[in-house]
């Protein structure tokens, strides 16, 4: 692999290999791009198959948090990084304190957080070494479980492409099927049910499926495969990625599709365009789930739950703003989401040219004397 065609072909401008012998770590963080701010991202802690596999996963999700920061309207860039191992056997405070010297390191370039692999524990021994760390309990002035706000923000973009679709942005009445009832899955259940909404839900896990039939006892619990026949307005699909594919387009029976899910089409062009063929309207999933990320840049102002909260409702218009702009330029929601994302760096890329006349290290005007 020619290591800088590969950092170059997607506009990064960063990748810092990080190495300590001691704790065994080996770790990647890629920059992407900070034009609107610091590049915010977490940490995934993953076994990869080789070196080569692990710089390429954290270049796509790296460039991945940049378009998800700016069409969220945050004043954040896109960053990620990749600790390259086994979680469960490396795993130790020495390592995690390791890794949190090179993020300091990077004197605030890049932000760290949990991802895949890593923990709200794993977050606070990191932060024993640097600053520039989100994703910390609540007990510790941090933001918490994101899982509820993302659910927020899920119910929110839901509740615009209802309105988008059919002039009634209410769930009452409406019916819902849920895919995975795990930590956003069971938060999002619970508004629905309160907004009057009739829901069905599936989980291949008994416990959590318990765990939401006790609470609402008048749910419809189907067979995990049967979810994408159910007779409902909108899919939700708040478990793993990839389930709107050619196996399952076909059978839905809903005209939105709003989850929590990270990459749900299993192919972006072709799947993107069968949704379109059968008049399917499709909420972009790294905007309609960003309300956990909103919620861990709000540690970054002293962690406020009532604004992140607020923030995380404007998912409801950014989702709205999407579905216009793909109607007047005739694009697909997620290739309008992008453009929304790129010409929101653009804009403010170039402002950040003019002068501020005086030191300052505000956000959006960080050019400093
Ligand atoms: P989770 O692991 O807590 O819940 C996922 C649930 O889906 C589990 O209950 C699991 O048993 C179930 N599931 C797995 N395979 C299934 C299948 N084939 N059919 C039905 N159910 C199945 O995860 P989560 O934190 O709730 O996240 C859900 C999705 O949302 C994931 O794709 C995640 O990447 C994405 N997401 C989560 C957050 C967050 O704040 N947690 C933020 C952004 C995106």
Known sequence: ??????????????????????????????????????????????????????????????????????ASGLNLGGGKAVIIGNPKKLKSEQLFRA???????????????????????????????????????????????????????????????????????????????????GAVGRHLVDLLVHGGAQVVICDIDQQNLKMVTTKHPEILVVEPDDIYDAAVDVYAPCAMGATLNPGTIGRLKASVVAGS??????????????????????????????????NVANELEGYNDVRARQQVKGIHDIILDIFKLARSEGRLPYKAANT????????IGRIKN???GVQTQKRGCDRVI
């Open 1 to 70: 692999m020619l290591i800088f065609d590969e950092i170059t072909k997607k506009g990064h401008e960063q990748v810092v290999f990080c190495h300590d012998e001691a704790s065994g770590l080996r770790a990647i963080i890629a920059i992407h791009d900070t034009t609107l701010g610091p590049a915010l991202g977490g940490t995934r802690f993953y076994p990869y198959e080789d070196d080569e596999a692990a710089l390429i996963d954290v270049l796509r999700l790296s460039r991945g948090m940049t378009y998800k920061s700016a």
């Open 340 to 347: 929304l994302a790129l010409r929101r760096i653009e804009g």
């Open 354 to 356: 003019h002068w501020c």
């Open 261 to 294: 899910a990270n990459n749900q089409l299993a192919l972006e062009d072709r799947d993107g365009a069968a949704l379109a063929e059968r008049d399917i309207l499709y909420s972009p999933d790294y905007v309609i789930n960003a309300g956990g990320l909103i």
């Open 99 to 181: 890794y949190g010297r090179f993020v300091q390191g990077l004197a605030g370039r890049y932000i760290t957080a949990e991802d895949v692999g890593t923990t709200v524990r794993d977050m606070e021994w990191v932060r024993h070494e640097t600053d520039f760390v989100t994703g910390i309990s609540r007990a510790l002035g941090g933001s918490g479980d994101p899982s509820p706000m993302t659910a927020l923000g899920v119910f929110e973009g839901m509740r615009a492409a209802l309105a988008f679709r059919t002039g009634k942005e209410s769930v009452d009445g409406v019916r819902v099927s849920v895919q995975g009832v």
